[in-house]
DNA sequence: TATTGAATGATAACAATTATCGTTTGATAT
DNA sequence: ATATCAAACGATAATTGTTATCATTCAATA
């Protein structure tokens, strides 16, 4: 298991070129534990408890280069600092208005994307982010 | 048509119950005279030529206040700081993945917005804020 | 195993935003 | 019109999130 991740890991550096590293291996790890949206905070916490000498600027550069080498992916915040996907399902985001929580939305639940892939101007089209924005059931 | 500005933004103020300030008032209408999606500091920059003492800290005030009271709209940025939605017309963005630029999309010319306004998890939806990420036609 | 460029950790710097607080102003009652 | 008083303003300190710097350490390869 240990050993089948630490592969896995591996192999997925060589595939990104990206050199393999103690503290790249435990934030990779780490970050595939956590569901949601976490912050660079919220990592950086989690992989202290392994790493305790570990600095806040490795967590953020490491995300960074996870995000720019399509390990992860980054999401349009409505937070007010940077955000990793952690779903990687294809899906949408719910914004409550009033009390901001996010919440996931499959996009066979939204079930509303065109599949157009060119669009005015001659923009090329990768993926839609739909954020729908309205009342949770806690708040209406 | 002076004239009628200022009633027209007195009038305002009075719907959305907030004092009327000079400051506001100017503020008010050089953000109407603006375009695309401007940041805190090019609506200072703007507003200190009609009133060079005007502090960015009211400008910061201001605008949330006109967000929150639903003056204007505030965008789901992309950009790293707060960005207020100068189109008052329904649309979405289109996002360039590569260059960053970001271009408004009338809610017609996307055609893919569902009318559901019920989501699982009861969720009440008020709007659905879309961003296309894609390549624009320069980066392709 | 030696080499060497890349990665790390500590921390300073930076940018965007918010809080503080003394002064000024607009709205209301006189 | 004027006095009153809470609200808004301006100046600026503080805070937050993030990035840059740089000396030290480490991973990849020869």
């Known amino acids: 298991m240990q050993v089948a991740a630490a592969n896995t890991f591996r192999e997925l550096c060589a595939e ?5 590293t103690h503290q790249r291996q435990v934030l990779y ?3 595939q534990g956590m569901s949601g949206h976490p912050s ?6 989690r992989v202290k408890k392994k790493i305790p000498a570990i600095s806040l600027a490795t967590v953020y550069k490491n995300i960074h280069l996870f995000v720019e080498s399509g390990v992860f992916r980054k999401m ?3 937070h007010g600092s940077v955000r990793v996907e952690m779903n990687s399902e294809a899906h949408h985001h719910m914004v409550c208005s009033n009390c901001k929580a996010i919440t996931d939305i ?3 639940e939204l079930g509303l994307v065109s599949k157009r ?14 954020d ?5 059931a806690k708040c209406q």
């Open 40 to 45: 660079p905070e919220e990592v950086y916490a």
């Open 106 to 108: 499959g996009e066979q």
């Open 76 to 78: 349009s915040m409505h």
């Open 117 to 130: 892939t060119r669009l005015p101007g001659g923009f090329l089209v990768e993926r839609y982010a739909v």
């Open 29 to 31: 790890e780490v970050m």
């Open 132 to 136: 729908v924005i309205g009342l949770c």
């Open 16 to 20: 990104h070129g990206i050199a393999v």
